[in-house]
């Protein structure tokens, strides 16, 4: 199994500022099959990124995606109020697709 | 509109089955794999199983190996997740999801998510 490792598990920011949010996977994975998501409160997830480093439709361009094989990372540049939520990162390479633990970006 | 609506959930005993449905619109549901991934009560998502779409492929997590079945009906432009011998840790929030593909994608849509509870 995958596993995926997401740090900072909470990080505080102000709006205008950048976040940085990192995803580790346990072994190697094909950037075709990695993606990003955003959940907020009581909301099902939205994907924001896939193949790594590929915008969903509708997604505002201050988010952006990068790494590969086994580190990659969400980059929000000027945080705006509705990007505090929780990031998930996920794998669907290899069965079992795997999900990081999320990493919440909340208001500081 | 393009959607996911699940339904089914519900309150059920351990050891109980439950039988969720996930009807979809908008888009041509044979064009594409779905999956099921829950979310237990303030805790993060987990994949659950994948289904391609010519049904040809399915995979299940260890944790609903054996107890899940997956089943697509293209015809009805629906998806299912058959749960018997539920367990208390089963207690969770279910999203239909659609792949961006006819195979392994990201998932780009989800479903409103039914709760579903297994106590006694």
């Known amino acids: 199994e995958v596993v995926l490792t997401q740090s900072p598990g909470t990080l505080s920011l102000s709006p205008g500022e950048r976040a940085t949010l990192s995803c580790r996977a346990s072994q190697s994975v094909t950037s075709s099959y990695f993606a990003w998501y955003q959940q907020k409160p009581g909301q099902a997830p939205r994907l924001l990124i896939y193949g790594a480093s590929s915008r969903a439709t509708g997604i505002p361009d201050r988010f952006s995606g990068s790494g590969s094989e086994t580190d990659f990372t969400l980059t929000i540049n000027r945080l705006e109020p509705e990007d505090f939520a929780v990031y998930y990162c996920?794998?669907?390479?290899?069965?079992?697709?795997?999900f990081g633990p999320g990493t919440k970006v909340d208001i500081k | 509109e393009v959607q996911l609506v699940e339904s089914g959930g519900g309150l059920v005993q351990p050891g109980g089955s439950l039988r969720l449905s996930c009807a979809a619109s908008g888009f041509t549901f044979s064009r594409y794999a779905l999956n099921w991934v829950r979310q237990a009560p303030g805790k993060g998502l987990e994949w659950v199983s994948y289904?391609?779409?010519?049904?040809?492929?399915?995979y299940y997590a260890d944790s609903v190996k054996g107890r899940f079945t997956i089943s697509r009906d293209n015809a009805k432009n629906s998806l299912y997740l058959q749960m018997n011998s539920l367990r208390a840790e089963d207690t969770a929030v279910y999203y239909c999801t659609r792949s961006n593909s006819s195979g392994r994608g990201a998932f780009d849509m989800w479903g409103q998510g039914t709760m579903v509870t297994v106590s006694s």
């Open positions: 996920q794998q669907f390479g290899t069965s079992p697709f795997t």
């Open positions: 289904n391609s779409n010519s049904k040809s492929t399915i």
